[in-house]
T-cell receptor, first 108, second 117 residues
Framework: QKEVEQNSGPLSVPEGAIASLNCTYSDRGSQSFFWYRQYSGKSPELIMFIYSNGDKEDGRFTAQLNKASQYVSLLIRDSQPSDSATYLCAVNNNDMRFGAGTRLTVKP | ETGVTQSPTHLIKTRGQQVTLRCSSQSGHNTVSWYQQALGQGPQFIFQYYREEENGRGNFPPRFSGLQFPNYSSELNVNALELDDSALYLC????????????????FGPGTRLTVT
C-alpha cells in the first residue's frame, strides 16, 4: 500500500464547476496535511494546509480532513482555466510524503 | 516567490559522475528536505535535515547524501550517477519550533533539472 494515494485522474471539469480531488493516507500518526499545485515545468506551490478534522476554506478552495477515515480532499469552486495543473496531496508526520498527483483540466 | 533558491537550474552529467546541488532556505527556516521528482510522478522524499542533523530518510541508497550548514543552506550530493537519477530535484524548507511535535507548511524552491546521459 502506498503511503499517500490520490485518484489517478486525469480530471476534467467545465469552467465554473466544482472540482473534487481526493487523497487517502496510510500512517495514522500523520499530523498535518497539505495540498500543492504544480504547473507543468514548475515546482509545487502550497495552496492549502489543514491540521484538524473538518473543513477549512480559503477563497475558492476548501480542504476537508477526516482522520478516522484517513482521508483528505480538496474542493475547488468556480473552477477557472488557470486552475489547470497537477494537484499534489502531502501528508506529514516527521517528514512529508506526497501522492503521485491528480492532473486537473478546466475547460473554457 | 517562496524565498527558497536552488542552483544550478539545469545540469547535464554523465553516468558514473558525481553531482552537488545547492539550496538556500527561506529566512528563519531551520529544516530542509530534498525530493526527487521523476516525470509524471509525485516528489519522492530523499532526506530531511533539522539543525544540521539528518532526521529522516526515504528509500534512497547511501550514494545520496546531504549537508545542512549553520546558515541553514543545504547540499545534496549524488555519487556514481545512474541514468535513473535523471529527474527534477526539489528542495523545501520549513520552520519547526523547538519543543513542539507539530510541523508547519513547507515551501519549495524552483528545482534543479538533472539529466544523466
Amino acid at each position: 500500500q502506498k503511503e499517500v494515494e490520490q485518484n489517478s485522474g486525469p480530471l476534467s471539469v467545465p469552467e465554473g464547476a466544482i472540482a473534487s480531488l481526493n487523497c487517502t493516507y496510510s500512517d495514522r500518526g500523520s499530523q498535518s496535511f497539505f495540498w500543492y499545485r504544480q504547473y507543468s515545468g514548475k515546482s509545487p506551490e502550497l495552496i492549502m494546509f489543514i491540521y484538524s478534522n473538518g473543513d477549512k476554506e480559503d477563497g475558492r478552495f476548501t480542504a476537508q480532513l477526516n482522520k478516522a477515515s484517513q482521508y483528505v480532499s480538496l474542493l475547488i469552486r468556480d473552477s477557472q482555466p488557470s486552475d489547470s495543473a497537477t494537484y499534489l496531496c502531502a501528508v506529514n508526520n516527521n517528514d512529508m510524503r506526497f501522492g503521485a498527483g491528480t492532473r486537473l483540466t478546466v475547460k473554457p | 516567490e517562496t524565498g527558497v533558491t536552488q542552483s544550478p537550474t539545469h545540469l547535464i552529467k554523465t553516468r558514473g559522475q558525481q553531482v552537488t546541488l545547492r539550496c538556500s532556505s527561506q529566512s528563519g527556516h531551520n529544516t530542509v528536505s530534498w525530493y526527487q521528482q521523476a516525470l509524471g510522478q509525485g516528489p519522492q522524499f530523499i532526506f530531511q535535515y533539522y539543525r544540521e542533523e539528518e532526521n529522516g530518510r526515504g528509500n534512497f541508497p547511501p550514494r545520496f547524501s546531504g549537508l545542512q550548514f549553520p546558515n541553514y543552506s543545504s547540499e545534496l550530493n549524488v555519487n556514481a550517477l545512474e541514468l535513473d537519477d535523471s529527474a527534477l530535484y526539489l528542495c523545501a524548507s520549513r520552520m519547526i519550533p523547538s519543543g513542539r511535535a507539530k510541523s508547519y507548511e513547507q515551501y519549495f524552491g524552483p528545482g534543479t533539472r538533472l539529466t544523466v546521459t
